[in-house]
């Protein structure tokens, strides 16, 4: 039974895997082939909201099932939290671009929502990480902290010295601009450990929540460096990356949901 | 040779000292959450890890969650190790401590109870 278990839970990884594929390529193929014309706006924004609001709904139906008691209890809570915060932002944002016809609204309420949430975020990514990340060495540690401190200072000049803003709400948006990398490296520390510390255990293998952190990073240092340039250019392929990290949060928290809260049915059907 | 100092509250008797392990260990899991505790333990009872709740297999029982939760296995054995020391006082002299994992202190102490 123990290997019909194991075999059952690889090939629902597989499944998610391929799920997770399929559903970033369908999102983000929409995005790309509406990028230019005149519902660019519209699927950008709307593919956004959709994906956190699937990763919110997610959440919620996991703190609902397993509580907020014990360390996954707090730290699930804690992402919800999170979560919920983007996903106002993201609307925020969409109803400035979408409802009021404002481009690109930048700095904006939608800043305070998508900062806020880097503190239930950020409990989450640590208070994980003492379970994902033990046996972690020292001198990983240190190369991971050097590394983030080095790129994140890179960046910081970059987004400065590019910054073409003018007028009173320019120190506000640079600030702002710079606000992201820094929380952003805060728990790109733990994420990237946590990635390097993968791959084993049947149930934790994938760090998914991790890999979306990740791809966040990644998609705030490009929205960063657009923003100081008061949105010159193309930014579809900024939310082709966010929804991929909103879709990585999904399937984290679907894995999690199915295999790590206790489902009695699913016991019934193995024995 | 004895590397316990401190015996404390753990009971000296082979079958006792057992019981306060698998104890500890519950705990351990519980303090993830009670669903991933019922989930856990379901997992381990599949793997006929806790079939004989009276003897404790520390080795198989970190090797199976090791297989389940990869490093995630090391906390609950450190917790384990932890509540061991502050339940029930077990204490090891200095060298020992240092030099070996929870799991390995964990049976060192079951060994002690069976003598």
Redesign the interface.
């Known amino acids: 039974m123990e290997q019909q278990g194991y075999l059952e839970i690889k090939k629902q990884r597989k499944y998610l895997v391929i799920g997770l594929l399929a559903a970033i390529a369908a999102i983000d193929a929409t995005v790309l082939f509406t990028a230019g014309s005149e519902i660019e706006y519209y699927v950008n924004d709307l593919s956004r909201i959709g994906t956190i609001g699937a990763a919110v709904i997610l959440s919620l139906v996991i703190v609902s099932r397993q509580g907020v008691t014990g360390l996954f209890g707090r730290a699930y809570t804690m992402l919800a939290a999170g979560l919920v915060l983007w996903m106002i932002a993201e609307i925020i944002w969409g109803y400035y671009e979408l409802g009021l016809g404002v481009e690109s609204p930048f700095p904006s309420l939608a800043d305070a929502f998508w900062l806020a949430a880097y503190g239930p975020i950020g409990y989450h990514m640590f208070s994980t990480s003492k379970f994902f990340g033990r046996g972690i060495k020292k001198p990983v540690v240190i190369v991971v902290i050097a590394a983030a401190t080095i790129v994140t200072y890179f960046l910081l000049q970059e987004i400065i010295n590019v910054s073409t803003l003018e007028g009173a709400d320019a120190l506000t948006a640079v600030g702002i601009s710079v606000a992201y990398p820094v929380f952003d490296a805060i728990v790109l520390v733990p994420a990237v450990l946590m990635i390097t510390n993968a791959g084993r255990g049947q149930l934790t293998s994938i760090p998914w929540i991790f890999i979306a952190m990740l791809l966040l990073f990644i998609a705030d240092y490009l929205l960063g460096l657009t923003a100081v340039v008061d949105f010159a250019g193309q930014t579809f392929h900024i939310t082709m990356i966010y929804n991929a990290s909103y879709l990585c949060f999904m399937a984290g928290l679907l894995w999690y949901n199915k295999q790590f809260i206790f489902n009695r049915k699913k016991t019934t059907k193995l024995m | 040779m004895v590397n316990i100092v401190q015996f404390g509250k753990l009971p000296k008797d082979g079958d006792g000292s057992q019981t306060v392990v698998r104890q500890a260990i519950d705990d351990a899991i ?10 856990i333990v ?2 381990m009872n ?3 890890v806790f079939a004989n709740p009276k003897k404790i297999d520390i080795n198989f029982i970190y090797e199976n969650l ?10 609950i054995m ?1 917790d384990t190790w932890e509540h061991l020391q502050k339940q029930h006082g077990v204490r090891f002299d200095h060298d020992f401590e240092r030099k070996h994992s929870p799991a390995e202190k964990i049976q060192r102490v079951m060994e002690i109870g069976e003598a």
């Open positions: 519980s303090s993830l959450g009670g669903p991933i505790h019922k989930t379901w997992h599949n793997r006929g090791r297989e389940l939760l990869g490093p995630g296995a090391d906390m450190e």
